[in-house]
């Protein structure tokens, strides 16, 4: 079997930063309130040209740049989104155009908030069959199209963004991809959803969110993820270099790490600057945390994530 490892990482945000103060001079809220609810402080929006297919490409060409792949080297582009620019073609394929590939294949996977780690388990999956050798996996969402900015409530969570990696085969024993481990419950899909399609604007189509039991299922179930993934290895919180978690919430990070006993400093937050970008979050994270040099080879890094479906998950790698 052919084992992946991560070989290239890539963000793109949008040009327009939303600080809490600018969404409370428009709404019933406030920093401080924003802040200790959540740890958010501002989050990008996606304004003029910029949409899912341009930030996914923007990122993709980063990640493709740090991995020294050129994107005619590329066998597959798998795209985690809940918010494409249009109901088909995929992101994928326009992504793939974009890049100037004329081989190769690529769809877009939907788990909402989980969808890097649904993307990157099949990417791998993939890998490990020999299907393809090398694959741009990428988040990218464009949320701000599917907030109602009348609801303080959720509007005041998420931002817009990108994340990308590139994974190829070839890794040697005890490094790349470690392991995947999903997992969904569909009884619990109407905590949180969004009804139609983008693009497709009939009836009310913002985001609805129960939020006290959504925070209630992520301790529990990231919790149960997380002790899976360590134990099936052999391991515990104290092999872990760095989480990089799904931006959510920074309650519900700040409680992965104390259940991993992981100091402050080995966790990659993003919240506060970029809020909850959905499947983007956590390539967003890695790409900053690697870039700024705090992530390095050899290391372990545990992700972990949840949204709606509910869906959630892990990926163990060691870079
Ligand atoms: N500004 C000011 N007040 C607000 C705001 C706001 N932006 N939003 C809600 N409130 C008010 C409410 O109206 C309510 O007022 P009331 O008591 O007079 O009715 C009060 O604040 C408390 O509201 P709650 O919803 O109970 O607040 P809670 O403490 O649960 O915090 C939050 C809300 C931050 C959404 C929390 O439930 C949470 O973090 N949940 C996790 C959900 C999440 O992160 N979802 C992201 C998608 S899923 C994922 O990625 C994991």
Not at 171 to 177: P, Y
């Amino acid at each position: 079997a052919f084992r992946s490892r991560l070989t290239g990482v890539g963000g793109a945000l949008p040009q327009q930063v939303v600080t809490n103060n600018d969404l409370a001079e428009r709404l019933d809220t406030s920093d401080e309130w924003i802040r200790t609810r959540t740890g958010i402080g501002q989050r990008h929006i996606a304004s003029g040209d910029e949409n899912a297919v341009s930030l996914a490409t923007e990122a993709a060409q980063a990640a493709l740049g740090h991995a020294a792949v050129e994107a005619s080297d590329i066998d597959a582009i798998i795209v985690a989104t809940s918010t494409p620019d249009q109901v088909f073609p995929s992101v994928a394929v326009r992504v793939q155009a974009a890049l100037g590939m004329e081989r190769g294949f690529g769809f877009d996977v939907s788990a909402a908030c989980s969808g890097f780690i649904y993307a990157i388990a099949t990417a791998d999956a993939m890998i490990r069959s020999g299907q393809a050798k090398r694959i741009i996996v990428i988040g990218v969402e464009v949320f701000s199209r599917l907030l109602d900015w009348t609801d303080r409530s959720t509007c005041v969570l998420f931002g817009d963004g990108a994340g990308a990696v590139v994974l190829e085969a070839g890794a040697r024993d005890g490094e790349g991809i470690l392991s995947t481990h999903l997992h969904a419950d569909g009884r619990l899909g109407d905590l949180l959803y969004v009804n139609g399609a983008v693009g497709c604007a009939t009836g009310d189509v913002a985001l609805k969110m129960n939020g006290r039991e959504v925070f209630r299922h992520a301790i529990v179930h990231l919790a149960a993820a997380v002790d899976e993934a360590l134990e099936e290895q052999g391991l515990n919180g104290n092999d872990v270099q760095w989480l990089v978690p799904h931006q959510a919430n920074l309650r519900i990070i700040d409680g992965m790490a104390k259940r991993l006993a992981l100091p402050p400093e080995r966790v990659v937050v993003t919240v506060d600057r970029h809020a909850n970008t959905s499947a983007a979050s956590i390539p967003l994270a890695l790409n900053e945390a690697v870039k700024d040099g705090r992530i390095k080879e050899n290391d372990l890094i545990l992700m972990e994530a949840l949204g709606g479906g509910l869906t959630w998950g892990s990926a163990l790698i060691r870079l």
